[in-house]
């Protein structure tokens, strides 16, 4: 299989990190690509043009990063990262949701204020996405003490989009998420995944 992302993209990190949970990560060449890239193939892949995309052996392309997500723990034979019904797959679900919308907004700013042409930024744009990854993380700062040594999808992807907002530093963690990421931060699909300091 064939991981279409950029080394930056907490989306495909996302996918990175779940692919070495299922234990398939020999399985998996990533290929780093620039979607702005005129030439760039990924369009041919996923006609909305976004990364990652998973091409599977039989070149079938499967995106967004959920479904990637879901269809790697499919395949796996070790304990599910999705669970398969009642409320804890609720939870999982909604936890993974949240944490995908903090990296929505961390790519938003990105975009706004490096992409986007200075004359047409919105200067209310940045402190909205700001206040909605506060938000999402107050949250999460009374989560994590619950969840004691679980690393399902939820945590997978909230490790991810807390992993951008301190390498972007664009909020301060409360003591229960600094605590956490730092003991999660050894786990080797973190470690392996980690992007390179700017």
Known sequence: ???LTSLLS???????????????EQHLEVTNVNVRDPNSTVPSFNPLG??????????????????????LDSISNRPKLFPTNGEK???????HALSDGIMDAVVQIF?????????????EWTPRQLNVIQRSMDVLENCVEGWGDEFLIGQITSAVALG???RRQLVKFGPK??????KVGERKSMRETAPAPQ
């Open 111 to 123: 975009v706004e204020n490096n992409i986007r042409p200075e004359a047409v930024r919105w200067t």
């Open 10 to 24: 907490p989306f495909g990190r996302k996918v990175h990190v779940t692919a070495i949970e299922c234990g398939l």
């Open 1 to 3: 299989m064939k991981l």
């Open 177 to 182: 998420t600094a605590r956490w990421m730092e």
């Open 164 to 166: 951008v907002v301190q």
């Open 89 to 95: 797959r609720w939870e999982q679900l909604k936890l």
């Open 50 to 71: 976004k990364i990652p995309v998973l091409i599977l052996d039989n070149n079938e392309a499967l995106f967004d990063s959920a479904v990637i997500c879901e269809y």
